[in-house]
């Protein structure tokens, strides 16, 4: 789960990492007065979960309170890569001298934590690791004893960081990795990290992503979630487990397990058809469950047929069968659905769908052109 | 004959009275594998499936009673590390963990302290091994598969089933199939597998089964250049997937280009793994 930069920044506060003085606003009059709470100049910043905000010109540096209400206008009325912003957060302007990059972040390769830290901090840090990787200093984490202090000095040693922001620094490290490890983050981020003008270190942006399958241990967080920013099939999804995303083509897929699920995509792509989204219900599907698959899948009106195959493990296949039953007679599709089970329980699941308008088809490849055939008549 | 279990083994399921850990129990019985013992906290001392296994508070007192090497976790995500540390503590050789949804930071802890520990895990978010004839472990279909000469390693659960099942429909058996499971931080990976499938008399040839994310695969590759003297064959999932929604500029700088399907498919070319279109297609492969 991703938060936003105002979110992430309430966090760096509650782990005493300096942040600039600033608050969220909805409406451009309130921008304003914060503006003159503040006192000088302050930076407009769109509130989105998406990259690429500063680009697309969702941040502004205002150098007056009218300047302040003109922009908070402007950005509250676009939209970040299709995406409306609703807030924004209204930040004192820092004057800048240096920018530090700094990042700890769950690493599949090594399979522990792994903290990043490069001197060339801001925007192009992904220029940076491509051109001058050396410019990035990586550093795993034992996750058992934690991040000790030796490992401090060393990544500033390393970034060259001038000694007498050694303490300042590490205690900003040590803070960040306390909140990677309380709040069961994926990701934490500052980038960058000021050293302003007057020498004070400054985390000027925030980016912290918490691992969903921790939430149940983090319900303040979890709280969190802006559903304004997701598309609602994909919440709607979220509520019975079903992870939805949403593709551009016409055969919905139904299956069950990610990687059958990404097979299915290819294979439909493969016979020259277009997967109209990734669909996982997961092990254990319930009747309830593979219905809201089924509504989800065809609230896509660009849907022309949906491709259900379920391989049954920890799924049972007869679950599926009533599940696909009840939502067909709750949703009574008009486009052809393709059927195909196999595994646990599934000659019973095959007799439940008997007699009923849904095609059956016994491969993968089979069920695929099936699909892709029926989406080429449609066309035609 | 097969790696890592057989008719020998005896399994300790735990969590065995929930729904899942139960139904499975019964499958796994079914199966004819050797399941002397469940573990559920607070149920010691009483039975399940009409007296056929016996449950015990922890797993130290199931070996102690019954003399198991290996077992079987069920237990619900919260509890997967604690589940897994019991196992480890206990010294079992082989604990499989088929829990999904099991937090990423627990497991890079359990993952690091069991380097001190003689335990081989299997997982998590994984269907398990399947030694056709022999035994099964986990959640594995019994019967998409018959004894016979092929590996198969998968990081996938259901599309693991998809290519077991194509095997056995053209007769095609397995030796021992292992779904090392899809999390980011899990136990045993695709090189210490091939290992056991390269020593294993029984086994002529593996089926590898990868996808997007990660570079398990390209070590792999790597591996197998190397080291393997017996032919592989590939599928890997993803190929049409769209790039992943940015996860910050730290997934990125990790990632780099690995973690796509296509590099990964290069590689494993690069290095006389045949590589199949779609999982249908891997029995061909094999054949020819």
Redesign the interface.
Known sequence: M?LHEYQSKSLFARYGIPIPKGRIASSATEAKQISEELGGNVVIKSQVL??GRGKAGGIRLAKSHKEAEEYATEILGMEVKGIPVRKVLVDEAISISKEI?L???????S????L?ASRAGGVD??ET??RTPEK?IKRTI???IGLRDYQLRDIAINIDLNRKFWKPFGEIITALWRLY?EC?A??V?I?PLVITAEDKLVALDA?I?L?D??L??HTDLAEMRDLDDEAPAEVEGRKFGVVF?K?DGNIGCL??????A??T??????LGGK?AN?LDI???ASSEKVAAAFRIILSDPNVKAILLN??????RCDEVAKGILSATNLVKPKIPVIVRL???NHEEGMRLLDGTNLIAAS???QA?KLAVEQTCEVVQ | MSILANQDTRLIVQGITG??GLF?TE?MLLYKTNIVAGVTPGKGGGWVLNGKVPIFDTVQTAIDATGANASVIFVP??YTADAIYEAADADLPLVVC?T???????M??V???LHSRKTRLIGPNC?GILSPGETKIG???GN?AVPGNIGVV?????????IL?ALQQLGMGVSTCVGIG?D??KGMGFIETLELFESDPHTDCVVL?G?????EEELAADYISRRMTKPVVA?I??????PGK?????????D?LSGLAETKIKKLESVGVKIA????QIPNLIKN
């Open positions: 991703r998406v990259g990059y990042s700890i972040a769950n690493d599949r390769n399979q522990k934590p792994l990043m840090i992904e690791a491509i990035i034992d996750p058992l490890v069961d994926t990701i981020e980038n980016k992503i691992d399958n921790a149940f241990r995303i593709l299956v069950n397990g990610a990687g059958l990404m097979a995509m290819d294979i439909i792509k493969l997967p990734f997961g092990g254990g379920v391989f049954g493990g920890i799924t196999v595994g646990t491969s993968l490849y695929a | 729904n899942e499975h499958q995500a919260k088929i999904e949804g099991t937090p990423i930071q627990d890079m802890r993952k690091q302290y269907p959640i594995i279909p998409i998968s990081r996938s659960g259901t599309l693991t089933y998809e099942y899809g980011p931080v089964i996808e997007i994310g990660g570079n599928y999932a993803g190929v049409s997937a769209p940015r996860m910050g500029h730290a997934g990125a700088i990790i780099g279109q779609y999982p249908e």
